[in-house]
């Protein structure tokens, strides 16, 4: 149902509080400064739109259904458009104006017999894929859908030009871009589980494939490219899956905190995707990393947002509802490998600040980095009632961090790192801003290394974008 806005929500609660609106190609207004001159290219940022339909409330943030935005730069300004992406889940759930499926966070209506071996609805709703002809709309537990660039009219179901139906094609991919390979990882889930690795090419085919058996069924969100290595981090979190299988249960609501287990970590060559160690570490919990390298020394160095637990889930189950009680602190952190000895050698804590969304310049993905960039929680900020509120880069030679002071009930999404077309390592950051003083939404461009400095452009966008997960930026024209 809509949320009653009248009794003690936190002001990010009401970018929530209806169905995102859907915007046809709009001039976008420019509220402050100017759009850089070498600013060209397109934004893309997908995330839940849709939390509630015919006054039912979806039961965890990660169910709400895909919605898009592009922004366009060009000589001549800047064009927005936003669309949900029209999944087959989407369009049976718009027909019959109820929740029909089943999700990452709940069962559908009717108990039992509605829900027992009922496919989960593949939400699209977690990230976009950039490619030469086509946006991928990912979502982790199947394969993605097919989008135009420009219009983003949904095309379909996209295999990537060999993958089959049940395989999936997770929401972190790490694109090279010196070599213009894509790699990706699916889970599958049958007789046993198994962990799917994919190397495509820079048009998205996919052109090897391996898996390894997983033990149990656990919850893998993202992965690091390092150098010439693949490195997956389990957490111990497992699905105790009878229970959905039966419809008994939601899979958010059959993971269990099993820190006993360890975190085992999986390092796979790039090139030809075989297993080349497999070890162990203590008990944590990560949806993000940063980046990962080789260095001099050959250790593998990986950056991520580390939680001491898994009540991260429950914070963000919460979210859907428009109030949270549940604080769940992630930080980051930096973790070394030696590969000889199979062994983490040091597990470091960078920054005790509640933080997520780390994202490094697209050149440098899978290579040493100096400056991490990511939304974060303004000091002071109760963490169990409130939204990440800042945007921020962290110099890792330095430990400084810089703060965008985006102003009081605004709520920024994902950074995005965008290079100035002549120089790689200078550029802007992009985030999208729901500001809660006016109940709406605006596009914001930073100088990536003057945060603290007003944003060097302001554009107003037509209707509220809420919050939302991961975005991509493409340079160039469509
Ligand atoms: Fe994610």
New binding site residues.
């Given amino acids: 149902m809509a949320l009653d806005m009248t009794s003690n929500y936190k002001s990010w609660s009401k970018a929530f509080s209806q169905p995102a609106q859907e915007f046809a190609l709009t001039n976008l207004p420019i509220l402050s400064g100017n759009i850089p001159v070498g600013l060209r290219g397109t934004l893309y940022r997908n995330g839940p739109g849709r939390l509630q339909r015919n006054q039912q409330r979806v039961g965890h943030w990660f169910d709400g259904d895909g919605a898009i935005l592009a922004v366009n730069f060009t000589a001549t300004g800047a064009t927005g458009v936003y669309r949900y992406v029209q999944t087959q889940g989407y369009q049976e759930e718009e027909a019959a104006n109820t929740f029909v499926f089943p999700n990452y966070g709940m069962t559908a209506r009717g108990g039992f017999w509605n829900n027992w071996l009922k496919p989960v609805k593949n939400a699209a709703n ?2 976009v894929l950039a490619l030469p002809d086509r946006l991928l709309a990912l979502w982790e537990g199947g394969l993605p859908y097919n989008v135009d660039l420009q219009t983003l009219a949904t095309r379909g179901i996209d295999n990537l030009a060999s993958l089959s139906k049940n395989q999936a094609f997770s ?2 991919p790490k694109v090279d871009r010196q070599t213009g390979e894509i790699f990706n990882f699916g889970v599958s889930v049958g007789s046993k589980t198994t962990l799917n690795l994919y190397s495509c090419s820079a048009e998205g085919k996919v052109k090897q494939q391996n898996c390894v058996e997983l033990k149990g069924l656990p919850l893998i ?2 992965f690091v490219l390092a150098g010439e290595y693949l490195v997956f981090f389990i957490p111990p979190v497992r699905v105790k899956i009878l229970p959905v299988l039966l419809g008994l249960k939601s899979f958010s609501e059959a993971m269990v905190w099993q820190p006993k287990l360890g975190t085992e970590i999986l390092i796979f060559d790039r090139h030809n995707l075989d297993l080349v160690a497999r070890l162990e570490g203590e008990a944590w919990y990560q ?2 990393f940063t980046n990962g390298f080789v260095d001099d020394n050959g250790l593998i160095i990986i950056e991520l947002v580390r939680y001491s637990d898994f009540q991260t889930n429950q914070y963000l189950k919460e979210v859907a509802t428009g109030k949270t009680n549940t604080a769940a602190k992630g930080t980051l952190w930096e973790i070394k490998i030696d590969l000889k000895t199979k062994q983490i050698v040091a597990s470091t804590q960078l920054l005790d600040r509640g933080c997520e969304f780390p994202v490094v310049p697209q050149h440098l993905v899978g290579k040493s980095w100096d400056k991490t960039y990511l939304s974060i929680y303004q000091e002071g900020t109760d963490l169990s009632q409130e939204l990440l509120n800042a945007i921020a880069c962290y110099d890792r030679k330095t430990g400084r961090l810089s703060i965008a002071d985006l102003g009081t009930n605004c709520y920024p999404s994902e950074p995005i790192y965008v290079p100035q077309p002549d120089n790689l390592n200078q550029g802007w950051l992009i985030t999208v801003v729901y500001d809660d003083n006016d109940h709406r939404s605006e596009v914001r461009i930073y100088e990536s290394d003057r945060l603290e400095s007003e944003p060097v452009c302001r554009l107003g966008l037509p209707s509220v974008v809420p919050p939302s ?2 975005g991509t930026w493409k340079s160039g024209t469509f």
């Fill in positions: 977690t990230s929401a972190h969100h993202d949806w993000h997960f991961h």
